[in-house]
């Protein structure tokens, strides 16, 4: 499974991708409005950082000005993925890009019949939204498995399924189990996966043990090398 990283935040990006995790990134509008930056400044910044692909979503909601806005953000990098969303215009504009070969992402996905037409205009990503479900009273995740069942029944399908809108470890290991090709995650997610108490604990207490030797590996390779 792939790990995208959800923000605009270039400082949370950079320190992640040097965890040798991250294979993507997702940006929205809210996410380029919260890190207060000129948006084209932010996704060619993120596109250094991040060699795999980065979404940089259109405003227009006309799929004229939708294509106008898709050149100026591919022309920003090669590893631009356009994120359009999942409307007539959004799919009109994803089937244009697709047949220039340029990466895009359909967003704001809710249904798996919005899935199958997404995947009909060559999407390269489809991204369900399982928190927003989950916050309506529905299960998100269910969305995924179906998508995935799917997607797997037509060799002519070749769009990936972006888990979006991830609320937390679950929602990731759950994507995972169903098959999921890429999860985007909020920084604070990707974080929270290392952790479990039993792997402080037992940390503790190797180290405490350790020391009570008063061993040092280091120590000890110095030593060798210097009696060989
Ligand atoms: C995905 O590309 C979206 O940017 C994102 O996952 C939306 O998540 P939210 O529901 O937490 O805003």
Redesign the pocket.
Known sequence: MKFFV?TADLDEIRDLAATGLLDGV???P??IAKSGRNMLDVIAEICDVVPGPV?AEVTATDVETMLLEADVLASVASNVAV?VPLTPDGLKTCRALRDRDIMV?V?LCFSAAQAILAAKAGATFI?P?V??LDDIGLRGLDLIDEIVDIYEQFDTFDTEV?V????GPAHVVEAARSGAHVA?L?PNVLRALYNHPLTDKGLDAFLKDWEATGQSILEQAAQRSAAE
């Open positions: 959800d997702t940006t929205n809210s996410l979404s994120k992402n967003t991204s939204f928190g927003r972006l979006a809108s991830i609320r985007t909020p």
